[in-house]
């Protein structure tokens, strides 16, 4: 049993798919951005962001909107078409793709020729070198001809927005879906040759139970998930409106939803799932994240929990974020203006921050606390730190030994608490963030 200690998840934490995180992005033009795009070379990944879904489910905070205008929907298309050869212009020669990704919003509200066609595109304008391809896709729009396009693509990683199977969850948060509709598309998804299948599911949802929490987790066993992300539901409607729809008094309180983290976190790990950090979970074997965390090569970026060594991400599209190593862009988020500023041949880069060698150093010790459960630093940092981490080390839940800092078993569930510790940008920032666990 994990120990309870509400105290130390009283203060909402981010979930650190960057450092610095991007509530401390400032200006940043697209002159940075295009010099750290010269600049770069050998691996890079690349993520390509469709701000679309057929539904928008109320819980979501994407930055996504309606496809139901097609007009706007071609006009964004042929904008990130421009944004890939313009980005690709900027590279150079020793600049290669070994991975791509597709994001959203959901990619299948798109057409499967549009897929094609944005794919083209990027093995025309960049340089790829056999790179493996993810997507993610909402089953609740999925097709035969979606699975055509995604066999003649060759990708091999999907991602699945399932969230719950309890139609009274799925009813409370708008994301109404059968289980026959999921069953549909996992087999469309493994004839088409996806090897590897992740379930995106949700605890601390209007209306759910443990008992609902743990019949999801079986039903996405027995449907031979490889990967599953199991996210807290953040109920934050002052940051995201269409959160108001959602009724608030229904929600699992904070004790709840620790003791939901828990079931899963033990269901899984007890039913052939490896941990991977806190609430990723994959099959041991051939699925590389599994791999990952079991050898120490766990990394995380923006897409969460990964196994991918690239040191560069190129984000394409509306809101999506780059990272170098000294410097994080992100797009436009509007997609209007995003259009137009591509419809003028320019880079959408607004915002983002420069990543100073205190930021690399931070950056790290918190990736490996969150990827690796333990980090090392230098010892004046970690002891700049330990009046901070004294109620951590007191209840067992962290081990401090000069330049080596350990998080417990007992611990884990409060392994981003501990690792906002180390962000002094905390102490200023405004922004509010989702609950701990």
Not at 165 to 188: M, N, Y
Not at 320 to 339: D, T, V
Not at 375 to 384: M, Y
Request: proline residues 6%; hydrophobic residues 40%; neutral net charge.
């Amino acid at each position: 049993m994990w120990p309870y200690h509400p105290d130390l998840l009283a203060t909402p934490v981010p979930r650190y798919t960057s450092y610095p995180t991007a509530a401390e992005f400032g200006d940043v033009t697209a002159a940075d951005y295009r010099a750290a795009l010269e600049n770069a070379h050998g691996a890079i990944s690349l993520y390509l962001h469709i701000p679309f879904c057929e539904k928008i489910c109320f819980y979501c905070g994407c930055n996504t909107g309606k496809s139901n205008r097609q007009q706007r929907l071609q006009s964004y298309l042929e904008a990130l078409q421009r944004e890939i050869e313009l980005v690709a212009s900027l590279l150079p020669k020793t600049a290669f793709v070994t991975r791509i990704s597709f994001g959203g919003g959901s990619p299948n509200a798109i057409s499967p020729i549009e897929m094609l066609r944005l794919v083209d595109a990027l093995t025309v304008n960049f340089q790829l070198d056999n790179p493996v391809f993810s997507t993610e896709l909402d089953p609740r729009t999925m097709s035969a001809a979606w699975a055509e396009a995604i066999r003649a693509i060759g990708f091999e990683r999907a991602s699945l927005g399932v969230q719950t199977f309890a139609p009274h969850c799925q009813k409370a948060i708008g994301r109404e879906q059968s289980e026959e509709l999921i069953v549909q598309t996992v087999d469309w998804l493994r004839d088409a040759g996806v090897s590897s299948l992740n379930f995106d599911l949700m605890y601390g949802l209007p209306g759910q139970t443990r008992d609902d929490l743990q019949d999801s987790l079986h039903r996405t066993r027995v449907l031979g998930a490889d990967r599953i992300a199991l996210f807290g539901y953040a109920h934050v409607p002052h940051l995201i409106p269409r959160q108001r729809i959602i009724d608030a008094s229904n929600l699992p309180d904070q004790a709840e939803r620790f003791a939901m983290a828990e079931l899963g976190h033990t269901y899984l790990s007890t039913h052939g799932y490896v941990p991977v950090g806190f609430d990723h979970f994959a099959r041991p074997g051939g699925d590389p994240l599994a791999r990952a965390a079991l050898d120490g090569t766990l990394r995380r970026n923006f897409q969460g929990y990964t196994d991918d060594q690239a040191e560069v991400l190129i984000g394409l599209g509306a809101s999506a974020i780059s990272s170098f190593p000294q410097l994080l862009a992100q797009n436009e988020k509007n997609s209007g203006r995003y259009r137009m500023s591509l419809s003028q041949s320019r880079l959408a880069t607004t915002k983002g921050i420069a990543r100073s060698p205190e930021d690399r150093l931070r950056g790290r010790l918190i990736e490996q606390l969150l990827c690796q459960g333990h980090a090392k630093a230098p010892a004046a940092l970690l002891q700049e730190q330990e009046t901070t981490l004294r109620p951590f080390l007191d209840r067992g839940l962290a081990v401090l030994e000069a330049d080596h800092l350990s998080i417990t078993p007992d611990g884990l569930p409060y392994s981003r608490t501990i690792a906002a510790l180390f962000d002094p940008y905390r102490s200023t920032s405004q922004r509010r963030f989702s609950s701990a666990v």
